[in-house]
T-cell receptor, first 114, second 111 residues
């Protein structure tokens, strides 16, 4: 089954404790992206990747890192999480350029930073 | 830069009523997509509109792209409780690299 998976689905952590949210897709998509969703603010893009070893900042990249060493994986790293990073995070992928093709979303990761 | 406003932000209807959400841009768009996110779920692609004046239908859903490619709408005929969710109309940046989603329209349908 074609899908985007994220782990963990739920995470409660403390300020400053490094964490990684994994994202994997099995559709051989070139493009992958991370979004965060907050009440009243909609979906905002954090980082995206057009292909392996190619990443770029989205609208809200501060406090986040990403890497794209393999085509299927696009982990999101919070090196020193803060409470303002409490949010619902979505990973997405598309065949090629994110602005031209349908994006497939993962189930989401709900992160709480205390 | 490009900016698309989606209205309304929220609408509550009775089951059986029609519903429309609008996306209006200050600049010409190359294309526009529509997604639906059910409560507790993730966004799911509905359709992409590319051509000026394009109209596409999916059962009770009708999608339109304006003649000037500056606006788009999603119309739902005779809403059902299964239509509940947030509808987004993301649009691409000039290089087609990314989609900007915005806040969407939250639809609530009462039985």
């Amino acid at each position: 089954e074609a899908q985007v998976t994220q782990n963990p689905r739920y995470l409660i952590t403390v300020t400053g404790k490094k964490l990684t949210v994994t994202c994997s897709q099995n559709m051989n998509h070139e493009y992958m992206s991370w979004y965060r969703q907050d009440p009243g603010l909609g979906l905002r893009q954090i980082y995206y990747s057009m292909n392996v070893e190619v990443t770029d900042k989205g609208d809200v990249p501060e406090g986040y890192k990403v890497s794209r060493k393999e085509k299927r994986n696009f982990p999101l790293i919070l090196e020193s999480p803060s409470p303002n990073q409490t949010s619902l995070y979505f990973c997405a992928s598309s065949l090629q350029r994110g602005g031209s093709y349908e994006q497939y979303f993962g189930p989401g990761t709900r992160l709480t930073v205390t | 830069g490009q900016q698309v406003m989606q209205i309304p932000q929220y609408q509550h209807v009775q089951e059986g009523e029609d519903f429309t959400t609008y996306c209006n841009s200050s600049t010409t768009l190359s294309n526009i997509q529509w997604y639906k996110q059910r409560p507790g779920g993730h966004p799911v692609f509905l359709i992409q509109l590319v051509k000026s004046g394009e109209v596409k239908k999916q059962k009770r859903l009708t999608f339109q792209f304006g003649e000037a490619k500056k606006n788009s709408s999603l119309h739902i005929t005779a809403t059902q409780t299964t239509d509940v969710g947030t509808y987004f109309c993301p649009y691409p940046d000039l290089g087609y690299s990314t989609l900007t989603f915005g806040k969407g329209t939250m639809l609530l349908v009462s039985p």
